[in-house]
Nanobody, 117 residues
Framework: QVHLVESGGGLVQPGGSLRLSCTAS????????MAWYRQAPGSQRERVAD???????NYADSVKGRFTISMDNAKNTVYLQMNSLKPEDTGVYFC???????????WGQGTQVTVSS
């Protein structure tokens, strides 16, 4: 079992920045691919960014050049640095851990991000 705890959400004005954190209950980054998803009201959950066990990163087109995913193995924490935020970035952001090869997944409880003036 893996527990994921997100933090760092909040209210920010357009053009502002936030850094989300996702801390895992144990050392998993060598065997789990990590990702951030978001879900806006009335919309499906979408993948925003992911980072593999080898450190390869991928981003949704809508956030490329603005968001950066990274990990700190010593802290069992994955980050999502979000810059130049737009109102359409508003939603609940979820951390996801996907076990390599076996495929099962764990989710955090989510953290709300609201971009509004």
């Amino acid at each position: 079992q893996v527990h994921l705890v997100e933090s760092g959400g909040g209210l920010v004005q357009p053009g502002g920045s936030l850094r989300l954190s996702c801390t895992a209950s144990r050392d998993i980054f060598s065997i789990y691919n990590m990702a951030w998803y978001r879900q806006a009201p009335g919309s499906q959950r979408e993948r925003v960014a992911d980072i593999t066990t080898r450190g390869t990163t991928n981003y949704a087109d809508s956030v490329k050049g603005r968001f950066t995913i990274s990990m700190d193995n010593a802290k069992n924490t994955v980050y999502l640095q979000m810059n130049s935020l737009k109102p359409e970035d508003t939603g609940v952001y979820f951390c996801n851990a996907a076990r390599v090869y076996y495929g099962y997944q764990y989710w955090g409880q989510g953290t709300q991000v609201t971009v509004s003036s």
